[in-house]
């Protein structure tokens, strides 16, 4: 039939690839997703969609997907399919066998930020009611956690100021260490369009991005730092602000504490931090320094955006609080067209950090040690809880090779491809005597698992997600889960496995239980969502309807803080033997570990992980382009196919890590934020070198030969 | 700007983009309608349901005012302005039916339709057939001439193909990828009855700049552009009438 069927069903949801959270339809024919139309009503994307939302969702029926639970005893035994009967009461028996061998300490769980806000609460709940301790993380330990410390120090909130159509009401755009046109593509899409209308865009980031350099988006100043200088740059651009007394007195006197601010310029204000002496250390012309200090500042309506770049930094705390300062000094925040904002990376990555799935946090980050808010939690739970914080999921991994840490329960996450040293996180999965995954398909991290539990994908379950701009909006079931049960009715089951008895009809009375027990989320609920189409938090008496610009009136503490941010350089340095610095990203068509995107047709555009890097540096050793490249730093060593790219700049390598097979995480360091062990992805000192070629590789034919 | 892609509604298309100003209020086929001032005739009309057929005209993209199918008659104006180019103003009276309206929209219909695939007219759900049943033209008068029905189809995305037997080039898809998406991969090469849409410079989309993100597949008004996903068994175009 020449002419398209028709869709029979449509249902409004949102997408589970990036932090933008975009509204769409998805439609069905005969019970199976054909087409995921853009929702016009979604308030992050009016409409609008990317490759990977609108298109790459054949991953959820992909014959790769599990549809039952497995155990085995050991990891190189063979699967074996059980009930899920079977799988719980295993995986809580070896539970209960390793805690009363190791101790209570022995086991902990770690939740996905591609999971809804509900699986995550209960995530932490399974820690806090089934094991009884304090050992649970989330995924945003290797992406946000700095933002959320950094932004929490300087304006009370660790969260995104605006909403994204803030962007279309500011005259000037800093973008820190993210490149939105790939990264985040419908809200690069509507910073574009503010571009056109005439905002000036100043980038800080040591490639020459789309977003820095390309026909429709180009910085008015690119500040193509080398990797691991940011504290020095923002702290620069500080420098240039106080110097030339360009901040916002009036604001600073009347929102903030006026001696922290001179205790602030004391620093910032030093000779050190200036242009002339950071420029030589960064790679970067002085004068582009206080260019961008200058535009910054005046403004009038000035916005950050910023991603990993900022974060995954030994200094990535200290980086985030850079951001928070410099937007305090020149009184960008409280009004439209302003503010600080966070990139996140995966669909749910502020609802992993707000429902507290930290080993030292409760909901609404307040802490484990705190005793009346403990009280409050053991008074909901009927439950005595561990007054002491839990392990960090690097310290989980650290305590597992030490031989203390033995089994661990992880909810759609894949470590052993994500996370950094994937060398020691191996050696870590190997000691464990129970590793439980909870994921769509056998991952990597499931090589080393010994119970797989199939879960479910976000068409197949009801929940909610919190995107990048505190926003809270519907995941609906499209289709039934594939292997039955969604993951939040998962791990309900595993903590009654563990003998707590708890029961849900639906996820909106988890929702319940979070607004109950959560100030931001007091007055969030299922139908609320229903009837506005989203809400932002803090939702409460105050704000019965969300909240969309933050810090209007006041900070969460009544003033905001200036933090020190002294730059301090990474340990990881360039040698002879790893003259170059290796720094990792994301491109458009993949999404993360690329688990699901690997499954789509978008490999048509990136169908490997490969090297970019400068001419110079290519030709000083003999690499042409596509040449298969070993990379190695002081962790490790991989392989992957060169890119001569105008992109970078000499002495500056790029790579993704969307495809388990170039392990571009065996390469980087342990390295981590000093304030959160979020890992130093940004900057690992690396030698890149030729792969010679095979001796029995097939020789050309000569072409007279063919005829 | 912000608060105006906010007032998008999913089950309405006002034909062009929702305005902040000031009310004006008019009257359109008797009805009295107020809107924001910058809003045009076609949003008014919407807005009171009165539907104005329409191909070129979406509201997520700024009026353009190729198509000619939405022309109206305003009293004290001569001729028949599109009201998807025409602003509101203060005690405008607009009529959207009339027997010569229908008889100018006939026309534009059968132009089109000579050169549209007629074995894909009955069965159809594009915004292309909904205008064929609101004015009842579904066939054309003019006998076959030279036409774009065995034009090569584009299937190289991976996602969505292209079909330009079905495109009336009413330019929805570039404005599509300039003001919503922001990549300006796509452009009329050509004048005239040559015009046709092309990626990058008459590339393959796949090879183009395009960055797949479907704002122009979500823009199309006939099924031109249209995702695979709705075909089984692969996309079989029509064959072209015999002359």
Redesign the interface.
């Known amino acids: 039939?020449?002419?398209?069927?028709?869709?029979e069903r449509s249902v409004?949801t949102t997408c589970a690839y990036c932090g933008v959270g975009c509204g769409f339809?998805a439609e069905t024919i005969g019970g199976r997703v054909?087409?995921m139309?853009?929702?016009?009503?979604g308030?992050a994307n009016?409409?609008?969609?990317?490759?990977k939302g609108?298109?790459a969702f054949d991953y959820y029926d992909h014959p790769d997907r599990v549809r039952k639970p497995m155990v085995r005893n050991r990891i190189d035994e063979p699967w074996r399919e059980v009930t899920w009967d079977e799988a719980f009461a295993h995986a809580a028996a070896e539970l209960k066998r390793i805690q009363a061998t190791y101790g209570s300490g022995s086991v902990g769980a770690v939740s996905s930020s591609r999971c809804t806000n509900e699986e995550i609460f209960l995530m932490q709940k399974f820690a806090r009611v089934g094991l009884r301790n304090n050992n649970i993380d989330n995924c945003s330990r290797i992406c946000h956690s700095p933002t959320q410390f950094g932004l929490s120090a300087t304006l009370g909130a660790g969260a995104a100021s605006q909403h994204f159509?803030?962007i279309?009401?500011a005259d000037v755009i800093l973008v820190a260490g993210a490149n939105p046109t790939e990264g985040h593509?419908?809200f690069?899409?509507l910073m574009?369009?503010r571009i056109?209308?005439g905002a000036r865009l100043l980038v800080i980031d040591p490639r020459r991005t789309e977003t820095a350099d390309s026909?429709?988006?180009r910085a008015d100043v690119h500040l193509a730092l080398r990797p691991g200088t940011n504290v020095a740059v923002l702290d620069s651009m500080a420098h240039v602000i106080v110097r030339e007394r360009l901040y916002d007195e009036a604001f600073i006197r009347a929102r903030c504490h006026w001696s922290e601010f001179e205790q602030w310029m004391q620093l910032v204000g030093d000779a050190r931090y200036a242009p002339e002496t950071v420029g030589p250390e960064a790679g970067l012309d002085p004068e582009d320094i206080r260019r961008a200090a200058r535009i910054y500042a005046k403004g009038p309506r000035s916005t950050i955006y910023y991603g990993l770049g900022v974060t995954e930094h030994s200094q990535g705390s200290t980086g985030v609080m850079c951001l928070g300062n410099l937007a305090l000094a020149c009184g960008m925040l409280g009004r439209e067209g302003v503010g600080v904002n966070p990139l996140r990376g995966q669909g749910n990555v502020q609802g992993g950090s707000c429902l507290g799935s930290w080993p030292h946090m409760f909901t609404g980050y307040r802490f484990v040690t705190d005793e009346a808010v403990r009280k409050s939690f053991e008074a909901d739970w009927k439950i005595a809880l561990d007054p002491e914080p839990g392990l960090r999921l690097p310290n989980m991994f650290d305590a597992a090779v030490a031989g203390t840490f033995k089994a661990i329960y992880i909810q759609g996450e894949d470590p052993v491809q994500s996370d950094p040293n994937q060398n020691h996180i191996v050696a870590a999965m190997r000691s464990m005597e129970c590793v439980i995954v909870q994921d769509l398909y056998l991952t990597e991290t499931a090589k080393f698992a010994h119970v797989f539990l199939p879960g479910s994908s976000s068409l197949e379950k009801n929940g909610t997600f919190t995107n990048a701009e505190r926003r809270v909006s519907m995941v609906r079931k499209v289709v039934e889960p594939l292997a039955g049960l969604e993951d939040w009715q998962i791990t309900v089951r595993m903590i009654n496995a563990m003998g707590y008895p708890l029961h849900y009809d639906h996820p909106s009375q988890i929702l319940d239980e979070v607004a109950r027990l959560s100030p931001a989320y007091q007055g969030m609920s299922f139908p609320l969502i229903e009837r506005l189409g989203s809400v932002q938090w803090p939702c409460n008496a105050d704000a019965p309807e969300g909240t969309e610009v933050l810090h209007e009136k006041q900070f969460p503490r009544g003033r905001a803080n200036f933090m020190l941010t002294q730059y301090v350089p990474t340990t990881e340095r360039t040698d002879d033997r790893f003259p170059l610095l290796l720094t990792t990203g994301r491109i458009?068509?993949q999404y993360n570990v690329g688990t699901q995107t690997r499954r789509t047709?978008?490999v048509?555009?990136y169908a490997e992980d490969v090297l970019d890097l400068h001419r110079s540096d290519a030709e000083a050793r003999g690499i042409q382009d596509g040449d298969q490249v070993t990379v190695t730093s002081r962790y490790g060593e991989t392989k992957l196919r060169a890119r001569i790219s105008e992109k970078m700049n000499p002495g500056v390598v790029y790579t993704t890590f969307h495809f388990a097979q170039s392990k571009a995480n065996a390469v980087t360091s342990d390295l981590s934020d000093w304030a959160t062990n979020c890992p130093e992805y940004k900057v690992t000192a690396v030698e890149v070198a030729k792969v010679p070629a095979r001796t029995e590789a097939p020789q050309r034919v000569p072409a007279e030969a063919k005829s | 700007?912000?608060?105006e892609?906010?007032r998008?509604?999913?089950d309405v298309d006002y034909g062009t983009p929702p305005r902040d100003g000031a009310p004006v209020s008019l009257t359109v086929d008797g009805v009295p309608v107020t809107v924001p001032a910058g809003s045009s005739v076609m949003l008014a009309a919407t807005s009171c349901r009165k539907s104005v057929p329409k191909l070129c005209a979406t509201d997520?993209l700024e009026a353009f005012g190729s198509c000619r199918v939405c022309l109206v008659e305003i009293e004290g104006r001569r001729g028949f302005p599109a009201a998807c180019t025409t602003p509101v103003e203060a005690g405008m009276v607009v009529r959207t039916q009339s027997p010569r309206l229908q008889e100018l929209r006939k026309g534009v219909m059968e132009l089109y339709l000579s050169d549209f695939?007629a074995?894909?007219v009955p069965?159809?759900?594009s915004e292309l057939h909904e205008v064929m049943a609101a004015t009842g033209v579904t066939t054309s008068p003019y006998p076959t001439g030279q036409n774009h029905l065995d034009a090569p189809v584009d299937e190289s995305?991976?996602?969505?193909l292209f079909d330009p037997a079905k495109c009336i080039v009413c330019s929805r898809c570039v404005r599509a990828c300039e003001?919503?998406?922001?990549?300006?991969a796509l452009t009329v090469a050509g004048r005239g009855f040559q015009s046709k849409i092309v990626a990058s410079q008459g590339e393959r989309f796949?090879d183009s700049e395009c960055?797949?993100?479907?704002?122009c597949v979500?823009a199309c008004p006939t099924?031109s552009l249209?995702?695979k996903?709705?075909?089984?068994g692969g996309?079989?175009?029509?064959q072209p009438p015999q002359a």
């Not at chain 1, 039939?1 to 869709?7: D, E």
């Not at chain 1, 009016?46 to 490759?51: D, E, Q, T």
């Not at chain 2, 960055?211 to 704002?215: F, P, T």
């Not at chain 2, 996903?229 to 089984?232: D, M």
């Open positions: 039939m020449p002419n398209p069927r028709k869709p409004v339809k054909v087409r139309i853009p929702w016009k009503e308030k009016h409409g609008h969609s990317c490759v609108r298109f159509d803030s279309l009401q593509p419908v690069g899409s574009k369009r056109r209308e026909p429709h988006c458009l068509s047709g978008n048509a555009w | 700007m912000w608060s892609l906010r998008l509604r999913d997520t695939p074995s894909e069965g159809g759900w995305n991976p996602y969505f003001e919503v998406q922001g990549t300006f796949l960055v797949s993100c479907g704002a979500q099924h249209v995702e996903s709705l075909f089984e996309y079989h175009r029509a």
